[in-house]
Antibody
Framework: QVTLRESGPALVKVSQTLTLTCSFS??????????VAWIRQPPGKALEWLAR???????FYSMSLKTRLSISKDPSRDQVVLTLTNVDPLDTATYYC??????????????WGPGTLVAVSS | QSVVTQSPSASGAPGQRVTISCSGS????????VNWYQQFPGTAPKLLIY???QRPSGVPDRFSGSKSGTSASLAISGLQSEDEADYYC???????????FGTGTKVIVL
């Protein structure tokens, strides 16, 4: 059974660094074809993809946030960590991690965590 | 703002057919498959359609997807009250070298 769960602070202050952890089970990030992605959703707004880390440690970032994002993995602990530097109130959102699976070259977010709401205050 | 756009809302009476469109460009939908996600308020999205037209196990065949050129569509036939949710298309964008989600469509069952 595949599960993912996000954890991190519920409140961060402007200009601080946000660190979120995705803890997962039911699959291994050392297995070819599996990735983990982070996606966020501001209140009442659309989903926004942030970053992805692959089984072979290849990383992809949202072009608009690339200078502020970092993604890493700890396969021994089945965790993926996302950091977002210099946060702003516009970064207030629910942050989701999702397993990304590849089938015949096509990728999809097939399992999602419940999400964690992060508010940025001044 | 997203490079992939959807109409903000769609509505229909129970039993009717509703179609949601997803419009992109040659760097995203034109070259890559589209996935669709269903999201109820306060919950995480759920994969509804992958590879533009395939349904994961457990998704009713009332939901169907298609893609043509730089656009994709999700159709819900035999609309039911439990289909009232937000729907997002998503695809890879070769120019951005990242995923893009559509702007989302709220389906309202009258």
């Amino acid at each position: 059974q595949v599960t993912l769960r996000e954890s991190g602070p519920a409140l961060v202050k402007v200009s601080q660094t946000l660190t979120l952890t995705c803890s997962f089970s039911g699959f291994s990030l050392t297995t070819s074809g599996f990735f983990v992605a982070w996606i966020r959703q501001p209140p009442g707004k659309a989903l926004e993809w942030l970053a992805r880390i692959d089984w072979d440690d290849e990383k992809f970032y949202s072009m608009s946030l690339k200078t502020r994002l970092s993604i890493s993995k700890d396969p021994s602990r089945d965790q993926v960590v996302l950091t977002l530097t210099n946060v702003d109130p516009l970064d207030t959102a629910t942050y989701y991690c999702a397993r990304t699976m590849t089938v015949a070259g096509n990728t999809m977010f097939d399992y999602w965590g419940p999400g964690t709401l992060v508010a940025v205050s001044s | 703002q997203s490079v992939v756009t959807q109409s903000p809302s769609a509505s229909g009476a129970p039993g009717q057919r509703v179609t949601i469109s997803c419009s992109g460009s040659s760097s995203n939908i034109g070259r890559n498959i589209v996935n669709w996600y269903q999201q109820f308020p306060g919950t995480a999205p759920k994969l509804l359609i992958y590879n533009s037209r395939q349904r994961p196990s457990g998704v009713p065949d009332r939901f169907s997807g298609s893609k043509s050129g730089t656009s994709a569509s999700l159709a819900i036939s035999g609309l039911q009250s439990e289909d009232e949710a937000d729907y997002y298309c998503a695809t890879w964008d070769d120019s951005l070298n990242g995923y893009v989600f559509g702007t989302g469509t709220k389906v309202i069952v009258l």
